[in-house]
């Protein structure tokens, strides 16, 4: 782990202190009424935290990815969904920093206003029709005579859709190409026609507003990222995605731990001497939320130094396996501990009112194995492992 | 060598074209070749050639045409 440089610190002081005095006072609200957690994002505004990847040489604060990782966590843990759109945004930006290439005017430029303007960009990489696939698409980049470009996407999902200042979206490299040949566009608001297909009403993580869209943009060809998205997808956004959305849900069922050990000591202190019933529970619940931690901790650890030093094997199948195999574990470990604490708090836990409540967490955590669907990531798995040889 | 990947890459490569009208440096990807195709095509090529492919060779671009597959090929000591 590299050593906390002072843009580290800062960005990390002011995130924890609007987790905890912005994201966890209105938390609550933006789950029951399934509203984007505005304050928050709001007050990550004020702080530059959506240009805390950016480089300096742009004007960005230039943090390590383990500082964001971090940043995840203490939003996760008194949101959820504010934290899980701080990562979503995270994730866009780190493509663009590592993609854009050297002297991308349009690229820099926009990198720029997003430190000035601290824009927020979500993503379009999900598509009907293609089965939950990110690799491929049906949607392609049409370029006119004029040297524009052009889509059109039909999105089941984007999240803070009604909300991004910018969309990083994935599309056929033309007309022609095949499926799997992609490319990701960056467009701003102001190029795009976005149409909100059906409604946002599900079980967790609620306040990251994530109907259906149908998206058309117009926009200048150096607005295409230049490499293939196979490469974007494989060296950034697939194991960042992994490493800051499990940091969001180990935020999450920190939190769910946290409040069931207060239920528990609130237990012991109404009877003293006595050993509170829950705490062998307890128990078994930090040993579940230590498994986490440490697989969740372990993987963000390998990343960066693959990323600090041997590069190319990012693209290795068995680099694939292993954030592949984080994302699995840590979706299905978060619920986990979920549960067992509101089986620690009882009935306490599972009202939505009391200082105990964990019904929220749970909820939100059990989206975790829906984002990319662990079985699509088990069977892609399941063909690494055949050819794969040290995994 | 190259007749033979050919070969593999027309029985487990899936490509929307035939590989035989392809040249050596073609994008397979571009091809139609699918993720899911290339590990069958890695498969099969192990097999092929009776070699082991080293993880740091198991990756989209070693196997993105059929030049770079023969220097794979080569690297783990099949003679052209």
């Given at each position: 782990m590299s050593v906390a440089t002072d843009a580290d610190t800062a960005l990390l002081d002011g995130v924890r202190r609007i987790a905890d005095e912005v994201a966890a006072v209105h938390a609550d609200e933006v789950d029951k009424e399934a509203r984007f957690p505005a304050e928050t994002i709001e007050a990550l505004r004020a702080e530059g935290?959506?240009?805390?990847?950016?480089p300096q040489g742009l004007?960005?604060?230039?943090?390590?990815l383990e500082a964001v990782a971090r940043s995840c966590f203490e939003l996760g843990r008194r949101c959820g969904a504010a934290g899980m759109v701080f990562a979503m945004h995270q994730i866009q930006v780190a493509c663009m920093v590592d993609h854009?290439?050297?002297?991308?005017a349009w690229f820099d430029d926009f990198l720029r206003e997003l430190v000035t303007k601290q824009r927020l960009v979500a993503s379009i990489t999900s598509e009907v029709g293609?089965?939950?696939?990110?690799?491929?698409?049906?949607?392609a980049v049409t370029e006119n005579d004029a040297g524009e470009a052009s889509f059109e996407k039909q999105a089941p999902t984007v999240s803070y859709g009604p909300y991004a200042d910018a969309f990083l979206t994935t599309l056929r490299?033309?007309?022609?190409?095949?499926?799997?040949d992609q490319v990701a566009v960056l467009t701003r608001r102001e190029q795009m026609e976005m149409v909100r297909q059906g409604t946002w009403d599900p079980l967790?993580?609620?306040?990251?507003?994530s109907p259906g869209f149908v998206a058309k943009a117009t926009f200048a060809v150096?607005?295409?990222?230049?490499?293939?998205f196979s490469t974007v997808s494989a060296e950034t956004m697939t194991p960042v995605s992994h490493i800051l959305w499990s940091q969001v849900w180990l935020g999450i069922a920190t939190d769910a731990f946290d409040r069931a050990r207060a239920f528990t000591k609130a237990a012991a202190k109404r009877k003293p001497g006595e050993p509170p019933s829950g705490a062998v529970r307890l128990s078994e619940l930090m040993a579940e939320l230590s498994l986490l931690r440490a697989e969740v901790g372990l993987a963000l650890r390998e990343y960066c130094d693959l990323r600090r030093?041997?590069?190319?094997?990012?693209?290795e199948m068995a680099t694939i396996l292993r954030f592949n195999n984080l994302k699995i574990a840590a979706s299905e470990q978060a619920p986990k501990v979920c549960q067992q604490a509101l089986g620690v708090c009882g009935i306490v836990g599972y009202?939505?009112?009391?200082?105990?409540?964990v019904g929220r967490h749970l909820r939100d955590a059990m989206s975790a194995r829906l984002m990319v669907a662990n079985e699509r990531i088990h069977g892609t798995d399941a063909s690494l492992i055949l050819i794969a040889k040290d995994v | 060598m190259k007749e033979q990947i050919r070969k593999v890459i027309k029985e487990h490569g899936?490509?929307?074209?035939?590989?035989?009208?392809?040249?050596?440096?073609?994008?397979l990807y571009q091809a139609g070749m699918t993720s899911h195709a290339s590990v069958n095509v890695m498969i099969a090529l192990e097999d092929a050639f009776d070699v082991e492919f080293l993880d740091s060779m198991l990756k989209r671009s070693v196997f993105e045409s059929i030049d770079s597959i023969a220097a794979a090929l080569t690297e783990v000591g099949v003679s052209a």
């Open positions: 935290a959506l240009s805390a990847l950016v004007g960005g604060l230039e943090a390590s854009r290439g050297e002297g991308a293609t089965g939950g696939d990110m690799g491929s698409s049906i949607a490299r033309s007309p022609d190409a095949e499926p799997g967790g993580m609620r306040g990251t507003c150096d607005q295409v990222l230049p490499v293939p030093g041997d590069r190319a094997r990012l693209s009202k939505n009112d009391t200082p105990f409540s | 899936h490509l929307s074209v035939d590989p035989e009208t392809l040249a050596d440096d073609a994008d």
